[in-house]
């Protein structure tokens, strides 16, 4: 089955600063990677996803990119905000997520003010 | 209300007992998924559906049971409870290929 690694465990960035989450993954048939963040407590929600025949995607301050060939992808947050502050997690899915997801382990951002 | 909501949210019981954690959407999501989320696991996959009367192992169903006779509902059970089944279980679903999967508030389950 697929297996994905996320690094750091834990990332401390200074308020206004990037941070940087990078994964990867193991097969090479997926075919969509979502990233999600979970606030103490709550569930997680989708802040964006990517899929297989896509090499970046930009949503206001977050991005992410995939290398296909090397099997990664990362997340960046430029100029972060006290409420970037949470967990998150990659995940990579070789069915386009119907038949679930493979998660990462999480990266606990926390944001220094 | 819309969405997809979990009961109970919290949860203690037994060791050996029978316990039914529920999930149910009102989005008519055909696809419905339960995971169970432990520190430094992540979240891992225990159960999949892609329509009603059809379900299908994730990495971790071992202990667990579900079915899915309406697209809306989809219970989890456990049908002898051990301690290491301690976790916050969430139920999540999507519409389709390469959309987002939407999660419940979760399940914090204890067995003791």
């Known amino acids: 089955g697929e297996n994905v690694e996320q690094h750091p465990s834990t990332l401390s960035v200074q308020e206004g600063d990037s941070a940087v989450i990078k994964c990867t993954y193991s097969d090479s048939a997926s075919n969509y990677f979502p990233w999600y963040k979970q606030e103490l407590g709550k569930r997680p929600q989708l802040i964006i996803d990517i899929r297989s025949n896509v090499g970046e995607k930009k949503d206001q301050r977050i991005a992410v990119t995939l290398n296909k060939t090397a099997k990664h992808f990362s997340l960046h947050i430029t100029e972060t905000q006290p409420e970037d502050s949470a967990v998150y997690f990659c995940?990579?899915?070789?069915?386009?997520?119907?038949?679930?997801?493979?998660f990462g382990k999480g990266t606990h951002l926390i944001i220094q003010p | 209300d819309a969405g997809i909501t979990q009961s109970p949210r919290y949860k203690i019981t037994e060791t050996g007992r029978q316990v039914t954690l529920m999930c149910h959407q009102t989005w008519s999501h055909s696809y419905m998924f339960w995971y169970r989320q432990d520190l430094g696991h992540g979240l891992r996959l225990i159960y999949y559906?892609?329509?009603?009367?059809?379900?299908d192992k994730g990495e971790v169903p071992d202990g667990y049971v579900v079915s899915r006779s309406k697209t809306e509902n989809f219970p989890l059970t456990l049908e002898s409870a051990t301690r290491s089944q301690t976790s916050v279980y969430f139920c999540a679903s999507s519409d389709g290929l390469n959309t987002e999967a939407f999660f419940g508030q979760g399940t914090r389950l204890t067995v003791v």
């Open positions: 995940a990579a899915s070789m069915g386009g997520g119907a038949d679930g997801l493979t």
């Open positions: 559906s892609a329509a009603a009367d059809i379900t």
